[in-house]
C-alpha cells in the first residue's frame, strides 16, 4: 500500500512539473531567424561602453556573429574573423561579433586583449539577442544585406577568408 501510495504521489508531482514547464514556455515560442528574414533589430552595449544598434549600420552589409569565449570553435574561428575584420575595415562590410559570454566585458574584454584582437565585440551576457535570432548553438553567424534581410546564415565555425566565404561576402558588399 505505502509503495502505491508513494508511486502515485511521484506521478501526480511529475505531471504538475510537466504542464507548469509547458505553462511557463507555451507563450515564448522562439522564432529561428533564417535566411530570406528580416534581421531582428536590437541594441547593445560594446566593449567600449557605446550603445550599437543593427539599424545604425543599415545601408551597409552587416555580419552579425554570435560566439563565446568558453567556446572552442569560437576561439578558432575568431582569427580569421579578425582577419575579415582588418580587410574590410573603413569599408561597406560592419562586422558585430556578438558575445554571450556571461562574464561580460570582464572576461571578454581580457581575451581580445590577450589575443591582441581589434574586432568589435558587443555583450550579451544574458542571450537575449542571440534568443531573438534562436541562435543557441555557438558560434553562429548571420550576413545581412544593406536593406537589412538574412541573405546567408553559417552555423558552426567558418573560415571567413576562404574563396567560397569571400565570393559570398564580395558579391554581397558589391551589390548596391
Same mark, same amino acid.
Not at 589575443?115 to 539577442?129: E, G, H, I
Not at 534581410?149 to 577568408?161: E, S
Given at each position: 500500500?505505502?509503495?502505491?501510495?508513494?508511486?502515485?504521489?511521484?506521478?501526480? &508531482?511529475?505531471?504538475?512539473?510537466?504542464?507548469?514547464?509547458?505553462?511557463?514556455?507555451?507563450?515564448?515560442?522562439?522564432?529561428? %531567424?533564417?535566411?530570406?528574414?528580416?534581421?531582428?533589430?536590437?541594441? &547593445?552595449?560594446?566593449?567600449? =561602453?557605446?550603445?550599437?544598434?543593427?539599424?545604425?549600420?543599415?545601408?551597409?552589409?552587416?555580419?552579425?556573429?554570435?560566439?563565446?569565449?568558453?567556446?572552442?570553435?569560437?576561439?578558432?574561428?575568431?582569427?580569421?574573423?579578425?582577419? &575579415?575584420?582588418?580587410?574590410?575595415? =573603413?569599408?561597406?562590410?560592419?562586422?558585430?561579433?556578438?558575445?554571450?559570454?556571461?562574464?561580460?566585458?570582464?572576461?571578454? =574584454?581580457?581575451?581580445?586583449?590577450?589575443?591582441?584582437?581589434?574586432?568589435?565585440?558587443? &555583450?550579451?551576457?544574458?542571450?537575449?539577442?542571440?534568443?531573438?535570432?534562436?541562435?543557441?548553438?555557438?558560434?553562429?553567424?548571420?550576413?545581412?544585406?544593406?536593406?537589412?534581410?538574412?541573405?546567408?546564415?553559417? %552555423?558552426?565555425?567558418?573560415?571567413?577568408?576562404?574563396?567560397?566565404?569571400?565570393?559570398?561576402?564580395?558579391?554581397?558588399?558589391?551589390?548596391?
Amino acid at each position: 500500500m505505502k509503495k502505491a501510495t508513494l508511486i502515485g504521489i511521484i506521478a501526480v &508531482l511529475a505531471a504538475i512539473g510537466v504542464l507548469f514547464f509547458y505553462g511557463q514556455n507555451s507563450g515564448n515560442r522562439v522564432k529561428i %531567424i533564417r535566411e530570406g528574414d528580416q534581421a531582428p533589430e536590437f541594441r &547593445l552595449s560594446a566593449l567600449d =561602453g557605446k550603445s550599437v544598434s543593427l539599424s545604425s549600420h543599415r545601408g551597409k552589409v552587416v555580419m552579425v556573429h554570435f560566439w563565446a569565449t568558453w567556446c572552442p570553435p569560437c576561439v578558432e574561428e575568431l582569427p580569421t574573423l579578425e582577419r &575579415l575584420y582588418r580587410a574590410y575595415y =573603413g569599408k561597406d562590410l560592419e562586422i558585430l561579433a556578438v558575445s554571450v559570454d556571461e562574464g561580460g566585458a570582464g572576461a571578454v =574584454g581580457q581575451f581580445m586583449e590577450r589575443n591582441r584582437f581589434a574586432l568589435p565585440v558587443l &555583450l550579451n551576457p544574458d542571450q537575449s539577442v542571440a534568443r531573438q535570432y534562436g541562435s543557441f548553438k555557438f558560434p553562429e553567424t548571420y550576413l545581412i544585406s544593406r536593406d537589412g534581410i538574412v541573405r546567408k546564415k553559417v %552555423i558552426g565555425a567558418a573560415d571567413w577568408m576562404s574563396p567560397a566565404a569571400q565570393e559570398i561576402i564580395q558579391a554581397m558588399v558589391g551589390k548596391r
